[in-house]
């Protein structure tokens, strides 16, 4: 069973950036859409972006502009380039499949804050 794993996460001042990882265990990468989604505190766990096949890729609109979705199937990793954090994109941020079809990894977590 493939196995997503998330790092890269940590505390960062508003306006500030990361660019956290999510590397699989199997090569998935090539044949599936992946995402990224994050849980806030007290929220239900939202879609943030994806693309299609590492062809077009689609932000939800809270983001758009701020965040990069991009892929490495060489490395069978996604990463999510985050600029100009805001105290609202203080979440645990995971990644699977886009649509989800795989086993929820750890996430990592992004706290924004100053």
């Known amino acids: 069973q493939v196995q997503l794993g998330e790092s890269g996460g940590g505390l960062v001042q508003p306006g500030g950036s990361l660019r956290p990882p999510c590397a699989a265990s199997?090569?998935?990468?090539?044949?599936?859409?992946m995402g990224w989604y994050r849980q806030a505190p007290g929220q239900e766990r939202a879609w943030v972006a994806s693309?299609?096949?590492?062809?077009?890729?689609f932000y939800s609109d809270s983001v758009k502009g701020r965040f990069t979705f991009s892929r490495d199937n060489a490395k069978n990793t996604v990463y999510l380039q985050m600029y100009n954090l805001r105290l609202e994109d203080t979440a645990v941020y995971y990644c699977?499949?886009?649509?989800?079809?795989?086993?929820w990894g750890q996430g990592t977590e992004v706290t924004v804050s100053s």
């Open positions: 693309d299609i096949r590492g062809g077009n890729t």
């Open positions: 199997g090569s998935i990468f090539s044949t599936n859409g």
């Open positions: 699977n499949s886009a649509p989800v079809t795989l086993t």
